[in-house]
């Protein structure tokens, strides 16, 4: 035994899995892309490359969606995994009350889990894979004053039941509270939520509250600053300052056009990547993980945007 640790001998997992024969089964729930190249697309490219590295370890992976404005369909395919019974689970904990009650059913049958793009404190995950969004509302804050002397700055949430998305609500708190430590008092912030896009009725009620309210800065907590930048070139509205989330194509075009200034990117298909291999190292090959991988909050111009890389593997 004293020989073998001193070799440092370990296990191979390899071939006892090809013993077993037994396949390890994750599965992923994620919100379904709204489009072809929206942007939970991107964390399943990631997803799927790993799976495929690890084919020879019998390991397969089985995907769960649910609308973005349907909490209903949330709890519908987390009661469609634990029938599964999978291995682990890589979650997007989306609608956070029914998250919580997923989570309490994934300990109760003793499987594994790791949060992506948005995270729950201390509720039992291996580990969480994406940006620290409060520090990501925090650097927006600070972009958004370095470009306005003055004026007044709007924050945009594009989403419905806003108390219920965790992430977006610790992105609008760190920006709040950069301009509340900094003793900005050359801005006065508003919030305005946005629940349904699916006609542009919204877009007057969002004009007629710029002019109102004299904002000269933009805001957005999520990958849908492209609906402001339709509603700048519906109203052909000038001076506006403007930050929004991901690469999405439209959001690029809106950036090439200095409509958007600033894109915050949070490497989607790293972070699918990185949580498969999470669940694959903790659950094959039974190691020790670390609890929290932040990726890097990026931000990105029309000057540099098309010499940006959103996929490095770690």
């Not at 995907?63 to 709890?75: A, G, K, L, R, Y």
């Amino acid at each position: 035994m004293a020989i073998v640790e001193e070799l440092g001998y370990t296990p191979n997992i390899f071939a006892s899995n090809l013993a077993s024969k037994k396949p390890v089964i994750f599965a992923t729930l994620f919100p379904q892309p709204v489009s072809e190249e929206g942007y939970w697309t991107k964390p399943m490219i990631g997803v799927e490359q790993r799976i495929s590295e690890l084919k020879h370890y019998n390991v397969e992976i089985q995907n769960f969606t649910f609308s973005q404005s349907n909490p209903e369909q949330f709890i519908d395919a987390s009661d469609k995994i634990i029938a599964l019974k999978p291995d682990g689970v890589i979650l997007a904990p989306f609608f956070k009350k029914e998250a919580l009650i997923f989570i309490e059913k994934l300990k109760e049958n003793h499987i594994p889990f790791v949060f992506i793009d948005s995270e729950i404190k201390d509720a039992g995950q291996i580990s969480y894979i994406g940006q620290y969004s409060y520090q990501s509302g925090m650097v927006s804050g600070k972009l958004l004053d370095m470009m306005l002397a003055e004026g007044n700055i709007l924050v945009v949430h594009f989403a419905k039941e806003m108390d219920n998305q965790n992430h977006l609500v610790e992105r609008e708190k760190g920006f709040y509270d950069w301009y509340k430590l900094n003793n900005t008092g050359t801005h006065q912030l508003q919030t305005i939520e946005i629940a349904d896009t699916s006609n542009d009725k919204w877009m007057k009620k969002v004009k007629d509250f710029i002019i109102e309210y004299r904002i000269k800065g933009i805001f957005v907590t999520n990958s849908k600053v492209f609906y402001i930048g339709r509603l700048i070139e519906k109203y052909n509205l000038e001076g506006l300052k403007v930050i929004g989330h991901d690469l999405l194509k439209e959001n690029i075009s809106f950036l090439k056009k200095d409509i958007v200034q600033f894109l915050i990117c949070q490497r989607p298909e790293e972070q699918g990547y990185n949580a498969v291999n999470k669940l694959f190292r903790h659950v094959v090959q039974k190691r020790e993980i670390g609890k929290e991988k932040y990726t890097s909050i990026d931000i990105l111009t029309k000057e540099n945007v098309d010499y940006y890389s959103e996929f490095s593997k770690s």
